[in-house]
């Protein structure tokens, strides 16, 4: 299984950005997608989490402004992030759970104030 997560950049604090992490293969068989962040000198923490039925979770940070979506026929899920804050800043990954756990490589976002 490979993930493949991309969008991140650099944007202005209040702006936005769309994470996407595309799967080698349909999405439908793990069990819920998860995105984490990592910032600097700090542990990975979890940011969204969409099961296979669409119940979406987030992390008490990011409630209201991120939204976490799936498109299981292009085997893609998103991360919508909205009014971003300089506190965002973070490597972003994805991670699909199954039998196993599967990391997707990280994309950088960088909100600047």
């Known amino acids: 299984v490979q993930l493949q997560a991309s969008g991140g950049g650099l944007v202005q604090a209040g702006g936005s950005l769309r994470l996407s992490c595309v799967a080698s293969?349909?999405?439908?068989?793990?069990?819920?997608m998860r995105w984490y962040r990592q910032a600097p000198a700090k542990p990975r923490e979890l940011v969204a989490t969409?099961?296979?039925?669409?119940?979406?979770t987030y992390a008490d940070s990011v409630k209201g402004r991120f939204i976490v979506s799936r498109d299981n026929a292009k085997n893609t899920v998103y991360l919508q992030m909205n009014s971003l804050e300089p506190e965002d800043t973070a490597v972003y990954y994805c991670?699909?759970?199954?039998?196993?756990?599967?990391w997707g490589q990280g994309t950088q976002v960088t909100v600047s104030s």
């Open positions: 991670y699909a759970i199954g039998n196993n756990g599967y």
């Open positions: 969409i099961s296979s039925d669409g119940i979406t």
């Open positions: 293969g349909s999405i439908s068989r793990f069990n819920a």
